[in-house]
């Protein structure tokens, strides 16, 4: 079945910053796009950016452009997210998800806690 | 930004109701619309794409309607299980949005 399995747990200060990973599992890992999706306490889910992971290609959310970066591995059919410059307002579970415009498998959820 | 607007924010229920949730879109987005559940703690999980599609594995009890700027998610026979925050989500153009959710309570 698939699955998308991401990292444990981040606590960072402010002006750090963090990479999320999501290994894949149970499908052709070039075949589908993977978005980023951050959810704040209490709040709407905000979109980040996706990856093609059969070419790298990249596209972000103006919010974030400079900041974000979205990677991946295809030998270890992982993708990555590297957020920069972290402050208070970037504490949020962060979400990779299998999606082509519509986001259809989730992974568990990274908390990321940005706090001095 | 396309906006996306929900109503109500929250939605009180009985079991065995049939319920409506709507979203309106600020621009045309066609039929790229799809809806989430969300339950406390856990992912958002899909149950229409394209407006009107149902996801796999998701009860018929759950349907989609709507095109360019007016989208409406429609639960039959609501259940204890229904409980939880739906969101409408457009893709139709680059950044992809969310609306601000329904809190449904039974």
């Known amino acids: 079945q698939v699955q998308l399995v991401q990292s444990g747990a981040e606590v960072r200060q402010p002006g750090a910053s963090v990479k999320v990973s999501c290994k894949t599992s149970?499908?052709?890992?070039?075949?589908?796009?993977i978005h980023w999706v951050r959810q704040a306490p209490g709040q709407r889910p905000e979109w980040m950016g996706w990856?093609?992971?059969?070419?790298?290609?990249?596209h972000y959310a103006p919010k974030f452009q400079g900041r974000v970066t979205v990677t991946r591995d295809t030998s270890i059919r992982t993708a990555f997210m590297e957020l920069t410059r972290l402050t208070s307002d970037d504490s949020a579970v962060y979400y990779c998800?299998?999606?082509?415009?519509?986001?259809?498998?989730w992974g568990q959820g990274t908390v990321v806690t940005v706090s001095s | 930004d396309i906006e996306m607007t929900q109503f109500p924010s929250t939605l009180s229920a009985f079991v065995g109701d049939r319920v409506t949730i709507t979203c309106r879109a600020s621009?045309?987005?066609?039929?790229?619309l799809a809806w989430y559940q969300q339950k406390p703690g856990k992912a958002p999980k899909l149950l229409i794409y394209?407006?009107?599609n149902l996801e796999e594995g998701v009860p018929s009890k759950f349907s989609g309607s709507g095109s360019e700027t007016e989208f409406t998610l429609t639960i039959n026979s609501l259940q204890p299980d229904d409980f939880g925050t739906y969101y409408c989500?457009?893709?139709?153009?680059?950044?992809?949005?969310f609306g601000g959710g329904t809190n449904v309570e039974i």
């Open positions: 998800v299998r999606g082509t415009g519509s986001l259809h498998f």
């Open positions: 149970g499908y052709s890992f070039t075949a589908y796009d």
């Open positions: 990856i093609k992971p059969d070419s790298g290609d990249t």
């Open positions: 621009q045309n987005i066609r039929n790229w």
């Open positions: 394209k407006a009107s």
């Open positions: 989500q457009q893709y139709s153009r680059s950044p992809v949005t």
